[in-house]
C-alpha cells in the first residue's frame, strides 16, 4: 500500500482554528462520511487533552461553529459530526484509508496519515491539501501496514499520562525531526525519567500506538 504522513497548518480550518486559540490538543478519527450537495459530512471520534478550563472553553466555542452538527462527550472523550468544505472529497473517498488519527495540535498543526492502493489516488489527496493549506510531506512510500489504529471508547488514561502526553505533544516531541528528547520532557515535568517515560508509553499504548510509529 501507498502511505504518507502529511502535515498542515490548519488555524483557519474548523478544529484547528479552536486549538491554537484556546492551547488544546485533539487527536480525531473519521468513522464515516457521506456527501451532500457539495459538503462532506464526516463523523468521528477522538480525544481532547489540555487544561481543564481550555478544554471547556474550545467545546463552547465549537458548539458555535456552522459546521458542527452534532456531539457527544463522555469526558475526555468524544463522537461528532461536521460538516467538511468540498476540498475535502479528495481526502474523503472510496480510495483514500485513514490509518491512524489525525492530531491537531494547540498550533493549529494536523498531522494525518493516510493510505491508498494506487499512488496516484494517494498523490490526488495530497494534492488537495496542499492546495487548500500550507503543507509538509514528511514521507510518501510504499509499504506493508501492520495495523490501523482507531482510538477506543473513552480510553482510561491516568491524569499523569494526560500531562505527559500533553506535555510530548506541546514540547516538539512528535514532531519530524524531534524538538526535544525524554529527558528533557521528565525534567519539565518534574518527574524521574523512568517515571515520565513509563506514563508517555502507556498514553501512546491506550491512545493510537500506530500514530506514534516512525
Not at 8 to 28: E, H, M, P, Q, V
Not at 141 to 151: G, L, Y
Amino acid at each position: 500500500m501507498w502511505t504518507a504522513k502529511i502535515i498542515f497548518d490548519g488555524s483557519r480550518a474548523l478544529i484547528g482554528s479552536r486549538t491554537l486559540k484556546y492551547k488544546i490538543n485533539l487527536f480525531g478519527f473519521p468513522l464515516s462520511f457521506y456527501y451532500e450537495k457539495k459538503c462532506v459530512i464526516v463523523n468521528l471520534t477522538g480525544i481532547i487533552l489540555g487544561e481543564e478550563k481550555n478544554k471547556k472553553a474550545f467545546l463552547r466555542d465549537l458548539r458555535k461553529a456552522r459546521r458542527l452538527i452534532n456531539i457527544d462527550l463522555n469526558g475526555d472523550f468524544f463522537i461528532a459530526t461536521i460538516k467538511e468544505p468540498p476540498y475535502a472529497k479528495k481526502v474523503y473517498n472510496k480510495d483514500v484509508i485513514h490509518l491512524s488519527p489525525a492530531l491537531v495540535d494547540e498550533n493549529a498543526k494536523v498531522t494525518i496519515n493516510i493510505g491508498c492502493f494506487s499512488r496516484d489516488n494517494l498523490v490526488k489527496a495530497i494534492n488537495a491539501l496542499e492546495k487548500a493549506f500550507s503543507s509538509k510531506i514528511h514521507f510518501i512510500k510504499e509499504r506493508k501496514v501492520r495495523n490501523i489504529s482507531i482510538i477506543k471508547e473513552n480510553p482510561e488514561l491516568t491524569e499523569k499520562q494526560k500531562q505527559s502526553m500533553n506535555l510530548a505533544i506541546r514540547n516538539g516531541y512528535y514532531d519530524y525531526p524531534r524538538k526535544t528528547s525524554i529527558e528533557k520532557l521528565a525534567e519539565l515535568s518534574g518527574l524521574s525519567f523512568s517515571t515520565f517515560h513509563a506514563h508517555l508509553r502507556k498514553a501512546e499504548a491506550k491512545l493510537l500506538p500506530f500514530f506514534f510509529e516512525k
